[in-house]
């Protein structure tokens, strides 16, 4: 019988490859014999993440890139077809917050930056329909693909202080549903687009608000361990499961869905 989950040789793209996300993702799809480009800012971290997977017998490579930059991105793409001749998944990984965006407890709604608010709407929103619709055309042409957008628990709920980085991700969502539409009915079922919804998983971006120097939890990561059944933050590899099942033929007839991946945060009620 096939295996459904079989992703070898599909050639994945991840748009912010070298955070700790990324990099975790990146590691398993190589090891399940997927050729991965990962995609970042950071050279030096994205040619390490390279080197560890081809050390393991992977498939990977790096390319420096901007998602808010259309000529960086359609370079990208001519690299990758040069390369593997095709784009087969695409994972609209990258994304962030900045501290303006946030209010903080001791702030109010007028301490809020617009120019750092909008910046964050850019760099999660836009720069993840640009990157779509750079590696999007290949996959037109191949008559199949997959696109994996990443949202947040702070789409479902209006979580305090992540204002900006909040409404980008509840935007996500809702273009994640209307793409899937988009491309079926224009392209055909053979491109699917889902998203994937991290609960709370240690990052660089959220160590500061969610540790303390010391490394105990904030009051803040303390009422993410309170409101999670699971009681504990995720790991990382623990959103490999879910993302090689939207990529690979297992879920074929899945679209426009938002698969949460979370310890049971969304659910939890008093």
């Given at each position: 019988?096939?295996?459904?989950?079989?992703?070898?040789?599909?050639?994945?793209?991840?748009?912010?490859?070298?955070?700790?996300?990324?990099?975790?993702?990146?590691?398993?799809?190589?090891?399940?014999?997927?050729?991965?480009?990962?995609?970042?800012?950071?050279?030096?971290v994205g040619n390490a993440i390279v080197a560890d997977i081809k050390a393991k017998g992977g498939e990977a490579m790096f390319l420096t890139t901007d998602v808010m930059d259309r000529s960086k991105l359609e370079q990208n793409l001519a690299d990758i077809l040069k390369a593997y001749g095709r784009v087969d998944a695409?994972?609209?990984?990258?994304?962030?917050?900045?501290?303006?965006?946030?209010?903080?407890?001791?702030?109010?709604?007028?301490?809020?930056?617009?120019?750092?608010?909008?910046?964050?709407?850019?760099?999660?929103?836009?720069?993840?329909?640009?990157?779509?619709?750079?590696?999007?055309?290949?996959?037109?042409?191949?008559?199949?693909?997959?696109?994996?957008?990443?949202?947040?628990?702070?789409?479902?709920?209006?979580?305090?202080?992540?204002?900006?980085?909040?409404?980008?991700?509840?935007?996500?969502?809702n273009y994640t549903a209307f793409m899937a539409t988009e491309v079926a009915k224009k392209f055909g079922e053979g491109i699917r687009v889902n998203a994937i919804a991290p609960g709370?998983?240690?990052?660089?971006?959220?160590?500061?608000?969610?540790?303390?120097?010391?490394?105990?939890?904030?009051?803040?990561?303390?009422?993410?361990?309170?409101?999670?059944?699971?009681?504990?933050?995720?790991?990382?590899?623990?959103?490999?499961?879910?993302?090689?099942?939207?990529?690979?033929?297992?879920?074929?007839?899945?679209?426009?869905?938002?698969?949460?991946?979370?310890?049971?945060?969304?659910?939890?009620?008093?």
């Open positions: 019988m096939k295996n459904l989950f079989d992703i070898r040789d599909r050639v994945v793209v991840i748009t912010g490859g070298t955070g700790v996300l990324g990099k975790a993702i990146a590691a398993h799809l190589a090891e399940e014999g997927a050729k991965v480009v990962i995609l970042g800012r950071k050279a030096e695409l994972l609209n990984a990258a994304g962030g917050n900045m501290p303006g965006a946030t209010i903080g407890p001791d702030g109010t709604f007028f301490d809020l930056k617009i120019e750092e608010f909008q910046r964050v709407l850019e760099l999660n929103l836009t720069g993840t329909v640009l990157p779509t619709q750079v590696f999007l055309k290949p996959m037109v042409e191949q008559k199949k693909g997959v696109i994996v957008n990443f949202s947040s628990m702070a789409a479902f709920r209006p979580m305090t202080r992540v204002a900006g980085y909040a409404a980008a991700k509840a935007g996500i969502s709370f998983f240690l990052t660089e971006q959220n160590r500061t608000l969610l540790t303390n120097p010391d490394g105990s939890w904030t009051q803040r990561g303390q009422d993410v361990i309170r409101q999670t059944p699971f009681g504990r933050m995720g790991r990382p590899e623990e959103l490999c499961g879910t993302i090689q099942y939207l990529i690979s033929d297992a879920s074929s007839f899945v679209t426009g869905t938002v698969a949460v991946v979370d310890g049971g945060f969304n659910v939890f009620a008093m």
